[in-house]
């Protein structure tokens, strides 16, 4: 939107397009009816009626204050921000002493995404008054803009006056944490909870910040407290789960993340985790892990990392099992070729091979194993002494 730099007379023109200027000057008792009226109206929903009748005290070559008062209130009640925003522009600039009406005009732009103006009258404000709540949105108008250094120095500035607004330091922090700056998000979440320390807005931000450094036994300790207190919100069970996988309490871990898949089973990252935890646990492949995996993969949109993944997890499931030795060398085949650096795909299936008794398919995938494996290294080591078995086992078979 660009800034409203209106006369009063385009205003007019542009703000009521219903005017009826009246011919002659109507008694104070008449305007005072008038605005009465209209005020009832606006009052019961009726604005457009409201606007018509304020409409017809409007004058060209004067600016009566009720009445574009009353004016910019229906606007605004009718949704029609560009309209209030500007009539209000009109009364602050006519009647700069009265604060409010910058203030209104500033959460009008700010409705229509008006940020910069938004944060310019608000900036004007402030510097009249520091009132905490146009400070909170001149900051949430660099927030929207992606000026987050702007936006902390009049979130901080809020919070001087307003130490406690969860809402603010929730913000805060979810800066520092887009800048993985997890000791700043701790330290603010922290001056919140020494007075709150149950808040549910602030507190799994500090959870998520714990579990983001690695120290999951101290967000395992937030969240696990977070939920005794009944919040169950995803990113609680999400994260607790997490942290449970962490520290290898898998039980657990499977427990929140099926929580978190109840309020949110549109994340397949999520699937896949469900499904490594579970088989992690030595669940049935069959009956617990194959079953999330088909999730995942119904899910999936192009991303080779993903499909990998999923198809590593499958290979994991039949591998070992007499029957399934086929199924295996596919997947991990899959595997290999949504990512050509899982190498040990390679030599695992070579290995199924092997178990088949396809020597000399497995021999052929033991070599492509060789040609890109560290020279030295365990996997090495394992597949040169395979080849060297195999081999033998061919030269009795000739």
């Not at 995803?234 to 657990?252: A, M, N």
Request: proline share 3%; glycine share 4%; with cysteine.
């Amino acid at each position: 939107m660009k800034r409203i730099t209106l006369t009063l007379g385009t205003a007019l023109c542009m703000l009521l397009p219903f005017v009826a200027v009246a011919q002659e000057p109507d008694s104070l008792a008449h305007r005072q009816d008038i605005i009465r009226e209209a005020r009832a109206l606006k009052n019961i929903y009726k604005t457009d009626e409201a606007i018509e009748l304020l409409s017809s005290l409007v004058r060209p070559e004067s600016l009566d204050e009720d009445v574009f008062a009353e004016l910019a209130d229906c606007h605004f009640q009718n949704g029609d921000f560009e309209g209030a925003a500007g009539t209000y522009m009109l009364l602050s600039q006519k009647f700069p002493d009265n604060i409010l009406y910058q203030v209104r005009q500033m959460a009008c732009l700010y409705r229509l995404k008006s940020y910069p103006h938004a944060a310019s009258v608000g900036k004007a404000i402030l510097r009249r008054d520091t009132i905490t709540n146009v400070a909170t949105m001149v900051g949430d108008s660099f927030n929207q803009m992606e000026q987050y250094d702007s936006a902390l120095v009049y979130y901080g500035l809020s919070l001087r006056k307003k130490p406690f607004n969860e809402s603010v330091v929730s913000k805060v922090a979810k800066i520092y944490l887009g800048r993985k700056d997890y000791d700043a998000v701790i330290s603010v979440a922290d001056s919140l909870l020494v007075l709150d320390p149950d808040n549910m807005t602030v507190a799994p931000i500090k959870g998520l910040a714990l579990y983001s450094k690695g120290e999951y036994d101290s967000a395992i300790d937030v969240l696990e407290r977070q939920n005794s207190l009944g919040n169950d919100s995803y990113g609680v069970h999400f994260f607790l789960g997490q942290s449970y996988w962490q520290t290898k309490v898998i039980y657990k871990a499977s427990e929140e993340l099926k929580k978190a898949w109840q309020i949110d089973s549109s994340d397949v990252n999520l699937a896949i985790s469900i499904a490594s935890v579970e088989a992690e646990a030595f669940k049935s492949f069959d009956k617990e892990v194959r079953p999330w995996l088909d999730k995942a993969l119904e899910m999936l949109e192009p991303d080779n990392a993903a499909l990998s993944r999923v198809h590593q997890q499958y290979g994991r499931g039949f591998y070992g099992r007499p029957d399934s030795w086929d199924n295996a060398i596919m997947h991990y085949k899959e595997a290999y070729r949504y990512n050509p650096k899982f190498i040990s795909a390679l030599s695992t299936i070579a290995y199924c091979n092997e178990q088949k008794k396809d020597y000399r398919t497995a021999l052929e995938w033991y070599y492509k194993y060789l040609k890109v494996a560290k020279p030295g290294s365990n996997g090495y080591l394992f597949a040169q002494e395979r080849v060297d078995y195999l081999k033998g086992e061919l030269f009795m078979l000739e």
